[in-house]
């Protein structure tokens, strides 16, 4: 019970930490409908915990009623999650959220419909979802990564990365500029398409240099792609290059 109670206070710091519109306490407990979810799933993940699973899914169905903020009593939930907002989000059964988390309003956290056991994200610490997106399957999301409003996340995402847009893609890494990323981190079909062009580009430069007996001029254009599929995307030399941060080793 008492930690029931300082997590409360946790949660409550929280929102004032994270949401400037926050003024008063009062305001804070009865205005932010993700707060008074968060509290009913605690109770109701107890109860799913001590094997009173019926009774669990019971509350938790009223607790969507109430507030419109789906959340299995299954999920595990770690401390201090913010849910802004919250209308129409959904956590499945086998979510785990890790500390210090944020999540908007229209956020999934769900299955692809294929996996048995296992089958919905885990977002580790100090995630930050934007409204809207979708994160789907048994996959990670790393320490610190922020999905963009609106992003269907399908795969693995590293850490301290951003990743938007759909097919969800990474495009800020370690703070640094990822043009299109590592196709064995991300499988993007635009990727897939740009990595193919840059490849030919770069073999015409080579054969017109050889024809010409020229040199093989330096790219001039601020696109960075990856070329090298054989090394970790965050292993490869950042060249840094005027205005703009190349993180793979070859540009068109
Ligand atoms: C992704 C997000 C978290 C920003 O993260 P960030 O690490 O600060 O990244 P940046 O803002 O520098 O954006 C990086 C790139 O992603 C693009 N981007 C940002 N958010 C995007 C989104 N939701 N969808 C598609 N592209 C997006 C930006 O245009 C930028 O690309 P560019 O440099 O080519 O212009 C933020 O844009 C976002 O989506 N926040 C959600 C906020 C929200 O849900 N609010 C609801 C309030 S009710």
């Known amino acids: 019970m008492v930690g029931f109670f300082k997590s409360v206070r946790e949660d409550i710091a929280s929102v004032f930490e994270r949401d400037p519109a926050a003024k008063s306490w009062l305001e804070v407990v009865t205005c932010y409908p993700g707060l008074h979810a968060l509290w009913c799933h605690r109770i109701n993940h107890w109860l799913w915990k001590h094997g009173l699973r019926t009774l669990a899914r019971f509350l938790s169905q009223i607790t969507r009623f109430l507030f419109g903020i789906e959340i299995h009593p299954g999920a595990q939930i770690g401390h201090r999650l913010f849910i802004d907002h919250g209308l129409g989000i959904i956590i499945g059964e086998t979510s785990i959220i890790g500390d210090d988390c944020t999540l908007y309003q229209g956020v999934t956290l769900g299955g692809t419909g294929k996996e048995s056991g296992k089958r919905h994200p885990t977002l580790r610490n100090g995630v930050f979802v934007g409204a809207g997106a979708k994160i789907l399957g048994n996959i990670t999301i790393g320490e610190n990564c922020r999905v963009g409003a609106g992003s269907v996340v399908l795969h693995n995402v590293p850490d301290n990365s951003t990743i938007v847009g759909v097919p969800g893609h990474i495009v800020l890494r370690d703070g640094k500029r990822v043009v299109i990323t590592d196709p064995k981190d991300v499988r993007d079909p635009l990727s897939d398409v740009l990595i193919k062009l840059a490849r030919e580009v ?25 070329l090298d599929e054989t090394s970790e995307a965050g292993e490869q030399d950042a060249k840094g290059e005027a205005g703009f941060a190349v993180y793979y080793d070859y540009q068109i």
């Open 202 to 226: 770069k073999e015409l430069r080579q054969r017109l240099s050889e024809l010409t007996h020229q040199p093989m001029q330096e790219p001039e254009c601020e696109v960075a792609i990856v």
